[in-house]
């Protein structure tokens, strides 16, 4: 069908377009497992057709229902749907046709979808739509959003400003989805149909992007929702063949794609920012699980392919099960497992001081020109000058081994003194894609935190835009947005597994995180910029809670306890501030 973008209204809780080709109107207003459509027929008859490409359909006077399959999977959705004007004709088959009376020029359709069942997707319609009409479910869907939305308050700086923040806000919903539906869920990690217990079942998340900032954002302004999306990744794992836990859990299973595996840096980032109402136990051995069937234990390093992103991320997240293991006691564990985090040093080539793949003999792979530059050498969507700098558990390891901290600046600063303007897919800082999303807050940590501030103010003007095609790269089911919300807002994180949280420049004058009271002794976190604007971006002095404060960083415990942080900007670095 063809439509003009002119025609279509657009929010989070509503949506309409006028199809001029065909004189009809469309209003459609979702709820959580079932929808609205309310259909203006302005000329001819009034009709519809319903498809399902890779299932079947069935019709009953004005009901019809029937499942789709997803691809090759063994995962259906399954459709119940009601029209409040009964056909005077129809057909079957995969394609459903109903044609209307001719003086019936409005049709309500109502539908609701079920992984589990057709009865289920008609209880869904009938719990969540049956009965109420366009208007009553549009402001239950506003007051939803509203209230979702309003959990961050900004003020000053420009209207595009403000409409890019809380787009990407509203962005960052976007998964993880939750399938319970009546206290039961179906998951494809085992093709079953389980009782929730009380406990929402979630899934569809392409972890590798969302550890970095979609979680932690969600940790401090959502702990309810992370907590069960963290018993969701450890029942999945429980029912997965191998008891590994999931890599990219998605509604038809986990398909293990990228590497590493980040659901076990996400559950150590929650554990250490208070959120443990789950079987500890349980998520640390299937970690560990995890490690030994895929981790870097063989050789000390993952061989080709993508040798350099794989160790990397690998070390990573074992330096994470150290960290539970050091929590919970296991001080032998601990110490195993935060060797395994330096494994890192074996991929890296002291005569090209860098990072560089390795075969699984232990032979280099050949060092081409331009080796830092190329992408997929060793790394999964990205080359090793971009993938190199992810040690965030031990940077200043990974200092000394690239040379000490004046070398590693001086690189730094060339790395993004390269980054094109428009900041699209480059082989610098390519904030395109999620392995470089650490990278500006490692010059707080190399105390040179004016460059952190410079950088990540230039991204949250140069890659964002209030326009179509609004950011630089893929969402990657909001982890761009992610990134945005908390570096606009001052305050990012570096390393998910610990609790340390950066300082940067604030895009806003005052930023107000409202906080959780069943879970955080705070009421709200505000962040004040005075004397903010486009010029200047550096801070020139701090206060916490009226007392100086000269740190570059934030513990995650003085935020959720409630309080203020202000900055006093200019347009010169205080190159004596945090350092």
Not at 132 to 144: A, F, P, S, V, W
Not at 150 to 168: A, H, L, M, P, R
Not at 241 to 260: A, L, V
Not at 410 to 420: G, N, Q, R, V
């Amino acid at each position: 069908i063809l439509y003009n973008y002119d025609n279509e209204k657009i929010k989070p809780y509503y949506y309409s377009v006028f199809l001029s080709d065909y004189d009809i109107e469309v209003k459609y207003v979702p709820s959580h497992q079932s929808a609205l459509y309310q259909l203006d027929f302005r000329t001819g008859q009034p009709g519809l057709l319903i498809g399902a490409t890779n299932g079947e359909l069935h019709v009953e006077k004005n009901k019809v229902f029937g499942y789709q399959q997803i691809g090759s999977y063994e995962t259906r959705v399954y459709l119940y749907l009601e029209t409040d004007v009964v056909p005077l004709q129809t057909e079957e088959g995969n394609t459903v046709v109903m044609k209307f009376p001719e003086n019936d020029k409005r049709i309500n359709l109502r539908y609701g979808i079920s992984f589990i069942s057709v009865d289920q997707a008609k209880k869904n319609m009938e719990r969540e739509v049956a009965g109420k009409d366009l208007e009553t479910l549009t402001r239950t869907g506003r007051t939803i959003w509203n209230d979702a939305l309003g959990k961050i308050q900004v003020k000053g700086n420009c209207e595009d400003s403000k409409t890019i923040f809380y787009t990407s806000l509203y962005r960052t919903y976007e998964r993880m989805v939750c399938l319970s539906e009546d206290g039961q869920y179906y998951s494809a990690f085992d093709n079953q149909v389980h009782q929730d217990s009380g406990v929402p079942f979630y899934t569809d998340d392409w972890i590798w992007d969302t550890y970095r900032a979609t979680h932690p954002l969600r940790i401090l302004l959502e702990p309810e929702r992370e907590k069960y999306m963290i018993q969701s990744f450890i029942r999945m794992a429980g029912q997965i063949k191998h008891f590994w836990m999931p890599t990219f859990p998605e509604i038809t299973g986990d398909s293990r794609r990228m590497n590493s595996n980040h659901g076990v840096a996400t559950v150590l980032d929650a554990y250490v920012k208070g959120i443990r109402t789950y079987d500890v136990e349980k998520a640390y051995r299937y970690a560990v699980n995890t490690s030994r069937h895929f981790g870097n234990d063989s050789l000390g390093y993952i061989p080709e392919p993508l040798s350099i992103s794989t160790t990397l991320e690998y070390a990573y997240t074992d330096w994470c099960i150290s960290q539970v293991a050091q929590a919970m006691g296991k001080n032998e564990d601990a110490r195993y497992f935060y060797e395994k985090g330096q494994a890192y040093h074996n991929i890296f080539d002291k005569e090209k001081g860098w990072f560089r793949p390795r075969k699984a003999d232990g032979s280099w792979v050949a060092w081409p020109e331009n080796a830092r530059l190329k992408e997929w050498y060793g790394c999964i969507e990205a080359n090793s000058y971009q993938q190199g700098w992810f040690v965030p558990h031990d940077v200043s390891g990974m200092v000394e081994l690239m040379g000490g901290k004046e070398k590693v600046i001086e690189d730094l600063i060339y790395f993004f003194s390269k980054t094109p303007s428009n900041m699209l897919w480059n082989e610098y800082y390519n904030h395109a894609n999620e392995p470089v999303h650490f990278v500006p807050f490692l010059f707080n940590q190399l105390a040179v935190p004016w460059h952190t501030q410079k950088w990540t103010r230039y991204t949250c003007e140069k890659a964002y835009a209030n326009k179509v095609e609004g950011i630089v790269g893929n969402e990657d089911v909001g982890q761009m947005s992610a990134w945005y919300v908390l570096a606009a807002s001052g305050i990012h994180p570096s390393c998910p597994g610990n609790t340390r949280m950066e300082i940067t420049s604030p895009v806003f004058d005052e930023v107000e995180f409202a906080l959780d009271p069943a879970y955080y002794s705070g009421k709200k976190f505000t962040v004040i910029a005075h004397d903010n604007s486009v010029d200047n971006v550096y801070i020139q002095k701090a206060l916490l809670n009226g007392k100086e404060y000269n740190k570059c960083y934030l513990d995650f415990t003085d935020i959720v306890s409630g309080g203020t942080l202000e900055l006093f900007m200019g347009d010169t670095p205080n190159k004596e501030w945090g350092i």
